[in-house]
């Protein structure tokens, strides 16, 4: 049974710690990100789990870099039948290839990729990230300015980057808070979860009670939210023609 959590970050890797009634300390890495979770008997504390998971870090630096050696490999061959996440629901991509403009338009349970006849793979791909980035940076500012006066923090300047380990991360010396492209295939949920987790860093530099304290505080769903980013799906997936 647990009986609390809190945040730890070790050498740059953010620990999600749940003490239980367990006789012995367990830790994870998790799909797709590489998300480390502790479990850890109550008798210890903080700085005990802290240092188990130093002695721990070559293991799961392993693990995380076959989870992503293992996503790289699953990497969208950008074919028609092939799935692709868009805001939590997936659509199946089809490609048309024609003379024009190349483009992304959603349609319904489609997503229709318009290229020119012969347009290589890394093109494509290059394509649907440029458009999932602007489905971010369109749905970002709306977000961020509702939620600025309920944490009483302002967002001077954001960024959409590609980041291989983080969902995001934030600059509390300059308020600049990045987003990971791949939250525009997450439900809106997730994102908005992602928005305050980071703008409550701007309070609050470390995971730890204060951080967990203004996060319940702020939103009180928060960690099924973290669950649901954490959990959904990012394969790739084909569909029958």
């Known amino acids: ?73 699953s990497e969208r061959e950008m074919v028609t039948g092939e799935s692709h996440y868009v805001w939590g629901t997936r659509h199946r991509l ?13 349609d319904g349970e489609r997503l229709l990729l318009y290229v020119p006849q012969g347009t290589a793979v890394d093109r494509r791909r290059e394509l649907l990230d440029r458009w999932y980035r602007a489905q971010l940076r369109t749905a970002l500012p709306s977000l961020i300015a509702r939620l ?26 300059t308020g600049h808070i990045w987003f990971n492209v791949e939250l525009a295939k997450k439900h809106p949920s997730c994102l908005e979860y992602l928005i305050v987790h980071e703008m409550t860093h701007l309070i609050e530099r470390n995971h730890g009670a204060r951080f967990i304290k203004l996060m319940d505080k702020f939103m009180p769903d928060w960690r099924s939210r973290r669950d649901d980013l954490n959990g959904a799906p990012l394969a790739s997936e084909r569909w029958p023609d």
């Open 94 to 106: 089809k490609v048309i290839e024609r003379p024009g403009h190349a483009h992304v338009e959603p």
């Open 148 to 173: 600025e006066p309920v944490l009483g923090v302002s967002v001077p300047r954001w960024s959409v980057r590609r980041m291989k380990t983080k969902w995001g991360s934030c600059n509390r010396e």
């Open 1 to 73: 049974m647990s009986t609390g959590s809190t945040y730890l970050t070790v050498r740059g890797i953010d620990i999600d710690v749940v003490y239980k009634d367990i006789k012995n300390l367990h830790i994870g890495v998790y799909p797709p990100m590489g998300r480390v979770r502790v479990a850890a008997p109550t008798r210890l504390d903080d700085d005990r789990v802290r240092l188990a998971v130093v002695q721990r870090l070559p293991w799961i630096k392993r693990q995380r870099d076959l989870l992503q050696a293992a996503q790289r490999q």
